[in-house]
């Protein structure tokens, strides 16, 4: 779907009060089938293999251990693989928004039933390992204070103003326990491309804050950042980066923005088109 059809609805919704605006917005999603819950599963495994595979490396176990997770999104699949995969006591699930439901756990139970029938035998409902926290800022209401072994989030903290990621990051000090890990997959790429194959991965790095904030809504804010900003943010609030990956586009494509702006001018090209970030923390 061409970027500008998506971008008007999204922001007639945004002008909509909030319950009504996000109630049209799950509609869309679904009938623009975004939430093919059996895609989600494959494509959250694939990225917890990668995640798991590094862990083993470095000597991570999440065995007994309590997960928090940023940003649940449609449906506790993170959750369900932490806790009967990876073993895992409890995961505590947290969302600005509320996406969760009881059909769409139910559709997600199924699946699973049907993929992993050893392990998922009698699941009913969400199961109590899991504790759903939407419409909760963990800024405001984190979980206790040394209480967490693991912080996860996958293609979350790219919808994160800077501002929260700090707050967010210094509050984590506090919940983790000192031997605490943040487990992030980011992803920094302009999200438009993905349905509107005449833009690049980077489009959106030629327009200044100003235009950008005129394009973009609460529905799909996206905060740009590039791969040593988030660096940044992590290492002024008290991490030491212990791992990192990203790619790189093989040749720089031919749609990539003639001209970037001045904000991203001294970025290498390497640092402007990294993707698919992952990030392992510990304290510092
Ligand atoms: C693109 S979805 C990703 C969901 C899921 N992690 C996944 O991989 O499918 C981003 C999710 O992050 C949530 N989110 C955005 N900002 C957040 C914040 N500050 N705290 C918690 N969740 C947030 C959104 O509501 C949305 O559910």
Do not use: C
């Not at 009938?31 to 590094?54: C, M, P, W, Y």
């Amino acid at each position: 779907m061409k970027y500008i059809y998506r971008q008007t609805l999204f922001k007639i919704l945004a002008k909509l009060p909030i319950n009504l605006g996000d109630f049209f917005y799950h509609s869309l999603q679904k009938a623009i089938g975004s939430l093919d819950l059996n895609k989600f599963v494959e494509r959250q495994q694939k990225d917890l293999e990668k995640v798991t595979k590094v862990a083993e490396k470095l000597n991570i176990s999440f065995e007994n251990s309590t997960v928090v997770e940023i940003g649940s999104g449609w449906a506790p699949v993170t959750p369900y693989i932490f806790i009967h995969f990876l073993k895992a006591l409890r995961v505590l699930t947290y969302d600005i928004n509320e996406h969760y439901s009881q059909n769409r756990i139910k559709e997600l139970n199924n699946i699973f039933i049907n993929k992993f029938p050893k392990e998922f035998k009698n699941i009913n409902g969400l199961p109590d390992s899991i504790r759903y926290f939407p419409n909760t800022d963990i800024i405001k209401n984190p979980p206790k204070s040394g209480s967490v072994d693991f912080v996860y989030s996958r293609n979350v903290l790219e919808h994160i103003s800077p501002n929260n990621l700090f707050s967010i990051h210094k509050i984590a000090i506090d919940f983790l326990k000192p031997n605490g890990k943040l487990i992030h997959l980011v992803s920094p790429s302009d999200h438009r491309a993905y349905s509107d194959k005449t833009l690049s991965l980077w489009d959106f790095l030629q327009y200044g804050q100003g235009q950008w904030d005129r394009i973009q809504t609460r529905f799909d804010y996206h905060n740009r950042l590039r791969l040593p900003q988030y660096i940044d943010i992590f290492e002024k609030t008290g991490y030491k980066v212990i791992y990192k990956f990203h790619d790189n586009p093989s040749e720089i494509p031919k749609n990539f923005p003639k001209k970037i702006d001045d904000e991203f001018e001294s970025f290498s090209i390497e640092e402007l088109t990294a993707g698919s970030l992952i990030f392992i923390l510990e304290k510092n």
